[in-house]
């Protein structure tokens, strides 16, 4: 059981792109709209609450993603073709220098 989830909505697009991976049974129905859960662990969720400060998640330990991160996880579910992708999709969801001024070096 995974400790954190991400859950993303689904619109006909998103539906169809999830479809064409071939993980159409991984559709479930959250609060009435079909959704797709992608499982994170305890250190996945710390490192997207650090990237995405307004990120907060309900009593069931999940959350929405912001519209631009939630699209480039969709995109490595649909090349992946699994929802098991956290590992791999933090690298590119969680950027730990944004915001941050380049440091210059002293001499």
């Known amino acids: 059981m995974a ?4 859950n993303v909505i689904l619109d006909d697009a998103k539906k169809a792109k999830i479809s ?3 993980l159409a049974d991984k559709i479930v129905n959250i609060d009435g709209k ?3 859960q ?3 662990t305890a250190k996945e969720q710390k490192k997207l609450a650090k990237g995405f ?13 912001p ?3 939630e699209t480039k996880l969709l995109d ?3 090349e992946t073709k699994t929802l098991d992708v ?6 590119k969801l969680y950027n730990p220098l944004a915001g941050k001024a380049p440091r210059s070096a002293q001499r």
């Not at 400060?53 to 993603?65: N, R, W």
């Not at 956290?86 to 690298?91: L, P, Q």
């Open 76 to 78: 490595i579910i649909a």
């Open 20 to 22: 064409g991976a071939g």
């Open 3 to 6: 400790d954190y989830f991400i």
């Open 34 to 36: 079909e959704a797709v």
């Open 86 to 91: 956290m590992k791999f999709a933090i690298m």
């Open 53 to 65: 400060s307004d990120l907060s998640f309900d009593a069931s330990k999940a959350c929405t993603l």
């Open 38 to 40: 992608v499982e994170m």
């Open 67 to 69: 519209a631009e991160a």
